[in-house]
């Protein structure tokens, strides 16, 4: 691609109310622009990233059976009716009418809607176990919308659905759900503890959350500093050197970022919204489910806060936007130009690279650079007149003065080592 011709506004300054490391980088290195309080566009870059959060959910969820699809982010009030959420779920609730003044709202999750469109099929206990998943903008009008993509009143979340039999069944899927977003989670470049938590508004059996641990969060998580116990404070109500209730260790508390939760929801919504199915002994009974919801935009968002400095973003291995950045560092000067566009065709067809070809000067470009953050550069300057090169290796800081000749060589080599 070349970076001329792609929409990355880059800059210098972030915007005064962004008050985190993530969404000062996300405006000033083009990723996303705010069009309302809590409302984002996602610009090519930011969206590029996105996708590739996207894609691991999917090759993760497919491993496990869970199947895609996509369900209407306008639902009717009736279904939300069966549920009573209606009425519950209060402010936060996106509602709006249509012509026939029939009321409706915009999905903040969508446990009344899969409901409603599995219930039909899942009659009998043969088409148990059964896990659907999509990928979807949610809406929720947050009272407080805060650093960006991080609680957003529009955002993007992975919602996976699970149907079972019997509980044994739910618990062992649940099993299997938290191992997968472990994986998620790390091929995301981003730790997490698993914490217990209460089931708050879903309401259900036990739940527990994925927090990124990091200042900006907005939960505070009791730990253990000798095992793997954690906690929602709210719920646990360890303080800092109380001792730990599994190992007897000492207890830390830290702020967390809630990436993801996972809930066993057991029979509220088949209870309510009458999903049952005839089981082994042809008894009529209510379908047991579990339900994980996965904050996509809410990742990204972590991704950058974990893994940035003050001027530049350094992406995890996966989710890197472009594998290669090419700069030519005066396009006006013929031989660099020219050196360049040849490096570009040769290396377009094997590895996704960005092409800086732009008419700007080297600091503007190095500084834009620095800010996207991609892995390796190659950079055309002054020097091609002596066929030399330069490769950056952004994480190690390390440049190499590479013969034009040796290029394609060197970057295969480099590339490979660090795939
Ligand atoms: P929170 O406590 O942060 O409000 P929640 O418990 O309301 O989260 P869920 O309803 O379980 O969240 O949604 C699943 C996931 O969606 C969360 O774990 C989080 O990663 C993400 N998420 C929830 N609300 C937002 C939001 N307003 N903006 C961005 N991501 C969100
Ligand atoms: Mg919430």
């Known amino acids: 691609m070349k970076q001329s011709m792609m929409f990355i506004p880059t800059l210098k300054e972030a915007p005064k109310d962004a008050e985190t490391l993530s969404h000062k ?6 990723l996303g622009k705010q069009v309302a309080a809590g409302i984002y566009s996602y610009l090519p870059l930011g969206y590029k990233v996105l996708k590739k959060i996207e894609n691991i959910i999917r090759e993760e969820l497919d491993k496990i059976d869970c199947s895609e699809l996509l369900l209407p982010a306008l639902c009717p009030a009736d279904l939300w009716k069966e549920s009573d959420r ?3 779920y209060g402010p936060e609730l996106m509602r709006l009418k249509d012509r026939k003044n029939r009321d409706f709202c915009l999905g903040p999750t969508h446990e009344e809607v899969i409901t409603y469109v599995v219930r039909d099929y899942l009659n009998s206990y043969k088409k148990l176990p059964l896990a659907v998943y999509q990928i979807q903008t949610k809406f929720r009008d947050e009272m407080r919308p805060r650093f960006a993509l991080m609680r957003g009143r529009e955002f993007s979340m992975k919602d996976l659905y699970s149907f079972h039999e019997n509980a044994e069944c739910l618990d062992r899927w649940y099993q299997v759900v938290w191992e ?6 790390t091929r995301c470049g981003l730790k997490v503890k698993v914490v217990n938590s209460d089931t708050g508004q879903i309401g259900g059996k036990e739940a527990h959350e994925f927090m990124v641990m990091s200042e900006v969060g907005e939960d505070d998580i009791s730990y253990c500093t000798d095992c793997d116990y954690a906690s929602n404070i709210e719920f646990s109500n360890l303080i800092e050197g109380n001792k730990c209730p599994k190992c007897n260790g000492t207890i830390k508390v830290a702020k967390g970022i809630e990436v993801g939760n996972i809930f066993k929801l057991g029979t509220k919504y088949s209870d309510s ?6 089981d ?3 008894k009529s009974k209510s379908v047991i489910m579990g339900c994980y919801g996965l904050g996509v935009s809410r990742t990204l968002m972590a991704v950058i806060e974990q893994h940035s400095n003050e001027n530049s973003i350094v992406w ?3 989710l890197k936007p472009f594998d290669l950045h090419i700069i030519c560092v005066d396009s006006k000067k013929k031989e660099q130009l020219e ?3 040849k490096i570009y065709a040769k290396f377009k067809t094997k590895y996704d690279c960005l092409y800086d070809d732009r008419i700007e000067r080297a600091g503007v470009k190095f ?4 800010l996207i953050g991609i892995p390796y550069r190659i950079i055309v300057g002054k020097d091609v007149e002596n066929c030399q090169i330069e490769v950056k290796d952004i994480k190690n800081n390390q440049v190499d003065k590479i013969n034009v000749d040796q290029i394609e060589n060197e970057i295969d080599i480099l590339l490979k080592r660090n795939e």
């Open 86 to 88: 209606w009425d519950q």
């Open 339 to 341: 050196t360049a566009e």
């Open 25 to 30: 980088l996300l405006i000033r290195a083009g």
């Open 273 to 278: 919204m009458n999903a049952k199915f005839l």
């Open 367 to 370: 500084k834009d650079a620095d």
């Open 316 to 318: 995890p291995k996966e």
């Open 180 to 185: 997968t977003y472990k994986k998620i989670f």
């Open 280 to 282: 082994r002994d042809g």
